[in-house]
């Protein structure tokens, strides 16, 4: 438990920077950069907010509805910025607009799926997400920037172990231990690519792409 703590207390120091650095570099850059850097900022708050109530032993799982659908918004609205093609872009935002109003009726048929963890929400927030991260990698094959190449490649894993963690039913403990340990870790590795990012393409830039 005591290197759990490490690493997800760890995850949320590096997460405060990358916040600060991009924030800081928020006017030079164009929108998918300042679009990521609001995700950051929301990410952080969430991440406070649960903190917060887990000391204060109150119930926390609602938030995980706030960051699976504000987290699919940003990083579509991302994703959409980044693409070069005009179907791709129409077809992220038709995505979103779906998603959501699916997602409206779901909780207004099933209200009770407010107070723990939704696997249809998951899957139709991350499963878009993993999708455009594919046809990202399929873009920098053919243009050759390397922009974003770092955010996107550990958004990728973390995503595809944190899809795995909330979607599996009864696994034994040890197993879900093994995951929760493996998704906390994906997440350090994650920040730690977003801060390499920020560093290698972003810190002396005045635009980029």
Same mark, same amino acid.
């Given at each position: ?75 579509? &609205? =991302?994703? *959409?910025?980044? %693409?070069?093609? /005009?179907? $791709? ?6 995505? !979103?607009? #779906? ?30 997400? &993993? =999708?455009? *991260?594919?046809? %990202?990698?399929? /873009?920098? $094959? ?6 974003? !190449?770092? #955010? ?41 690519? $977003? ?15």
């Amino acid at each position: 438990m005591i290197a759990f703590d490490f690493i997800t207390g760890s995850s949320d120091l590096i997460l405060a920077v990358n916040t600060i650095l991009y924030f800081k570099s928020y006017q030079k850059n164009l929108v998918a950069f300042k679009v990521f850097s609001i995700y950051l900022l929301f990410y952080f708050i969430i991440q406070m907010i649960t903190w917060y109530l887990f000391e204060q032993k109150l119930d926390n799982l609602f938030l995980s509805h706030y960051y699976f659908i504000g987290s699919f918004v940003f990083l579509s &609205i =991302f994703f *959409s910025e980044i %693409f070069e093609k /005009q179907f $791709i872009k129409k077809l992220i935002y038709s995505i !979103i607009a #779906i998603n959501l109003i699916i997602l409206s009726l779901h909780y207004y048929f099933y209200p009770e799926s407010y107070n723990k963890f939704n696997t249809l929400e998951v899957i139709i927030t991350s499963v878009p997400l &993993i =999708f455009y *991260s594919i046809l %990202f990698f399929y /873009q920098k $094959i053919i243009d050759q920037k390397k922009e974003y !190449i770092y #955010i996107v490649s550990g958004f990728f894993l973390y995503t595809l172990c944190s899809t795995l963690l909330f979607t599996v039913g009864n696994l034994p403990s040890e197993i879900k231990e093994i995951i929760w340990y493996s998704n906390a870790i994906l997440i350090l590795v994650y920040q730690i690519l $977003i801060f390499i990012e920020w560093y290698k393409h972003f810190r002396k830039k005045e635009v980029s792409f």
